[in-house]
């Protein structure tokens, strides 16, 4: 997520709704598959622990020598005990969220006039980024090429009204803001995680490894009993040409993957590589800082026009998703790191939650 893509919705909006609705025709990718992992109960405050792994904390050296500069230096961090869901927050789990709250969710609400008053009242619909592709790779420095800002894109239409969530209960929730999964995370007892339990529990045990499952890269890793050279996918990431096409090697092309389609790493966590990213509660630093401050409480929104660092910091996000590519975004390990805005939905960002012991 780089400088220009925070300016994306500040461009497109200037443009005008009325020119990104001429854009929104996007196309919804339907997964492989509908499902990995056999159907589970939806989120639940009276059973608030239920679908997590509990994880006994200890010292371990956060971040790496950097692939990217904000990922290093790596320094030692102790996380105490906690328990974190095994799957990323699913649209079952965050449905029955909004059907016992109301809740409603950031791309689903007007920008405030009173914080941008400059916007027309078209300007100011509900809107999020939703990702379209591009034709060819002739300017990988302008990411408006690949993003749109469309019109009625939310968590029950990720792709704009067009699209749906029906039958698609068990993929990842997306389009959420980082508000809306601090408040889901409340509604459960949870919070969400900070940026070193996040990379702690990604690591699975391998704290010294590139990957979440080993050193291999994610097409290449080879499982145990599995013949020589017959490596299989261990995350949804993006092969091929990136922005132009994704194969779809590891089953799902161009778009997420439901929760739990690959191995989970060494600690029985899914997901913690590619597919989607996720929220974590830090306030962004771009150099990995072990006094970073990490983020509490809520806080008056961000405007998807605003300039990067209005209002609320931007948050961490990790674990990459499968727009992540070894040629360009390389962001699907689990030092890896970039930020968010904290109202700015995408559909390529969902969380987990935790729960301190």
């Known amino acids: 997520m780089s400088r220009k893509l925070r300016l994306l919705a500040v461009v497109l909006i200037a443009l005008g709704l009325s020119a990104c609705e001429r854009l929104s025709r996007v196309r919804q990718p339907i997964p492989a598959r509908t499902a990995c992992l056999p159907p589970t109960a939806p989120a639940d ?87 379209v592709g591009a034709k060819d790779r002739s300017d990988l420095s302008d990411p408006s090429r690949w993003w749109r800002l469309v019109p009625g894109a939310d968590w029950r239409h990720p792709y704009g009204l067009g699209s749906s969530i029906r039958g698609l209960e068990a993929m990842p929730v997306v389009q959420i803001a980082y508000a809306d999964a601090l408040a889901y995370a409340r509604w459960l007892g949870h919070d969400l995680p900070t940026e070193a339990e996040w990379e702690y529990a990604a690591r699975g045990g391998l704290m010294q490894s590139r990957f979440a499952w080993g050193d291999e890269p994610p097409g290449q890793t080879q499982a145990k009993g599995e013949a020589q050279g017959t490596g299989r996918p261990r995350a949804n990431t993006w092969q091929g040409v990136f922005p132009v096409a994704d194969r779809g090697d590891d089953g799902f092309k161009g778009g997420a993957s439901p929760v739990g389609c690959f191995p989970a790493n060494g600690f029985g966590l899914y997901d913690m590589a590619g597919n989607v990213w996720q929220w974590t509660r830090d306030v962004y630093d771009p150099a990995l800082s072990a006094s970073a401050p990490a983020a509490e409480g809520g806080a008056p929104p961000l405007s998807r026009a605003g300039p990067p660092g209005a209002g609320r910091p931007r948050r961490v996000i990790k674990g990459g998703s499968y727009l992540c590519s070894d040629d360009f975004c390389y962001r699907y390990r689990p030092a890896a790191r970039t930020d968010g805005p904290p109202d700015g939905g995408a559909t390529h960002i969902g969380f987990r939650t935790v729960l301190r012991l």
Do not use: K
């Open 45 to 131: 405050p009276a059973d608030p622990t239920a679908g997590m792994v509990r994880l006994p904390g200890g010292v371990f050296s956060q971040g790496a020598r950097p692939e990217r500069p904000e990922e290093g230096p790596p320094h030692p961090v102790t996380v105490g005990a906690f328990l974190i869901d095994r799957t990323d927050v699913t649209n079952a789990d965050f449905a029955r969220f909004v059907a016992a709250t109301g809740y409603v969710t950031e791309a689903e609400r007007p920008l405030d006039p009173r914080l941008y008053p400059g916007l027309t009242g078209d300007q100011r619909h509900p809107a999020s980024l939703v990702f």
